[in-house]
């Protein structure tokens, strides 16, 4: 997989981001080298792994889920401190 | 106080450790502990940049969960906290040699050698807590190997805890499943203290886990629960002829005799961690800039610091322009990386396939810690190198810094980064792993090292 201007001027406009020419020159063979890095993981069986989103068992603490109903018809839910 | 105050000014001034220092009653005579905190933690009036441009004159309304923690952990004790002020890094964290200070920033200095590396992203840590004379306990922060790369460049103690045991909740982040608030000092007493300082659990972060503090400082010197067990160390990253490096094995050999000064047996092998080792680097790397890109999100001149009235553009022109003009080249790069590495064509062939090998890596380290109690290898594969230097690399290159450090930083392992002597006349460290939670062991192992 390489980065070539048509796909640096796709990333760069869903990143919000103009780069100059020469930002745009050096980074296609910076990106590029970087990219060779990344497609390392290709080798790897990752047949019947799942993937993870943290590194550790999260046990998330919920509050209950109640909410008071005012005269205007919306929910009131405790204020975020 | 003035001796302190006027010691933060010639250091300031000749190392550029700090982007913003904060007032100090300079008529307070008592018992002291000076802290600095990582620019990316927020501290109430003064600025949060993470180092950056784009962020100037940001103010946070509150402080961190870790500075509430410190405050509070200080109220009953004889000594006051000194904050004095807000370190320098590589801009967001985006680093491993504090080279990459936001457009407007100056490069820190490494304290043994000006023209060399702090190490990064955590440079001015560990920078500052090298060259103070006064006890110092510094609040640095951690994603890919920000606290053991500066902390053994810089010749100091760098703990990085486990993910998950110290709130995030007011770090600016980098990386949500990667990002670790630890400690910088220059003892293992007082990164035992400062772990009892900003630990507290949080119902605010719901990734900070639910647990009970330790009392780290009087299990430093606790061998009740290693009595009448065998510890099993395995070494790491060994050097081209398999041998693990002269600074480690002196460090090691000190261990060996402390312990059997306390009638505990050691056992030491060496562990092969060759798939850890190189698949760590890329997927840390896709995950840390997938994560960081979304997080810079936010950074487009309409809430938070650098701010102009547009007159003429529209939204999406006026963040374009925010943006482009006001982050560093390696932010944006690291944005592109991020952003391509997480778009619908090649979600699934990077971010999604980095997700599933980080799960065989830590699979890989819990399968090792059935059978060792610790991993003990170099922190770093070099000493700190010149800035000059560092300047002639390419950012593929500048990412090799992170080499060993990555490895546990991505399975949320604690590791800290202990002087193992110097090399060339520069400091180098050796780097110490345990399992998850275990910190006090970690810390125990440690305080045998002297």
Wanted: charged share 25%; aromatic share 10%.
């Amino acid at each position: 997989m390489k980065i070539d201007d048509n796909l640096l001027n796709q990333i760069c406009k869903n990143a919000r981001l103009k780069l100059t020419e020469s930002e745009n020159n050096e980074f296609k063979i910076q990106l590029n080298e970087i990219m060779d890095m990344f497609n390392l993981i290709c080798e790897v069986d990752t047949n019947k792994i799942n993937p993870i989103y943290h590194p550790i068992d999260l046990n998330y603490e919920l509050r209950e889920d109640i909410a008071n109903e005012n005269k205007v018809g919306f929910f009131i839910g405790p204020k975020i401190k | 106080m003035k001796e302190v105050i006027q010691e933060i000014e010639n250091i300031n001034n000749s190392f550029n450790y700090l982007v913003e220092t904060i007032p100090i009653d300079e008529n307070y005579d008592g018992d002291f502990i000076t802290i600095s905190i990582k620019d990316a933690i927020l501290i109430k009036n003064s600025q949060a940049r993470s180092s950056s441009k784009i962020l100037n004159n940001y103010f946070p309304v509150n402080d961190s969960k870790v500075i509430k923690n410190t405050k509070d952990y200080f109220k009953n004790k004889n000594i006051k906290p000194i904050f004095i002020g807000k370190t320098i890094h590589d801009e967001f964290g985006f680093g491993g040699y504090n080279v990459n200070v936001g457009i407007d920033k100056k490069i820190p200095k490494n304290p043994y050698d000006d023209k060399r590396s702090c190490g990064g992203s955590s440079g001015g840590c560990a920078g500052f807590t090298a060259k103070t004379k006064f006890r110092h306990i510094s609040i640095a922060e951690s994603t890919g190997g920000s606290i053991s790369t500066p902390a053994s460049f810089c010749g100091v103690y760098g703990l990085t805890p486990t993910y998950g045991l110290i709130s995030r909740d007011g770090l600016i982040s980098y990386a949500n499943s990667l990002d670790k608030i630890g400690i910088m000092a220059k003892d293992i007493l007082d990164i035992a203290v400062g772990l009892e300082m900003i630990d507290g659990y949080d119902l605010n972060d719901c990734t900070n886990v639910k647990h009970e503090n330790k009392n780290y400082v009087d299990l430093l010197n606790d061998d009740t629960k290693y009595k009448n067990n065998t510890i099993k160390i395995g070494l790491i990253n060994l050097d081209e002829n398999n041998q693990i490096n002269n600074n480690v094995k002196d460090k090691i050999d000190q261990l060996k005799n402390n312990l059997d000064k306390s009638n505990i047996k050691v056992e030491i092998e060496t562990v092969d961690i060759s798939f850890i080792n190189k698949y760590s680097l890329p997927v840390y790397y896709i995950l840390s800039l997938s994560e960081a890109s979304t997080n810079l999100s936010k950074l487009c001149g309409l809430r938070y610091g650098v701010q102009n009235i547009p007159t003429n553009l529209n939204y999406n022109d006026y963040f374009i322009k925010i943006r482009s003009e006001n982050f560093s080249k390696e932010t944006k790069r690291r944005i592109i990386l991020g952003t391509f590495a997480r778009m619908a064509s090649y979600r699934d062939a990077y971010m999604n396939k980095a997700m599933r090998v980080r799960k065989l890596i830590i699979d890989k380290y819990l399968e090792i810690f059935n059978n060792f109690d610790f991993l003990i290898g170099p922190s770093t594969p070099t000493i700190a190198p010149l800035i000059d230097e560092i300047k002639n690399i390419s950012p593929y290159e500048e990412m090799l810094a992170d080499t060993y450090c990555c490895c546990p930083n991505l399975a949320g392992l604690p590791h800290i980064s202990i002087p193992s002597g110097k090399d060339n006349n520069m400091p180098t460290g050796m780097m110490i792993i345990s399992n998850h939670f275990t910190e006090d062991k970690l810390l125990w192992l440690s305080n045998k090292i002297k």
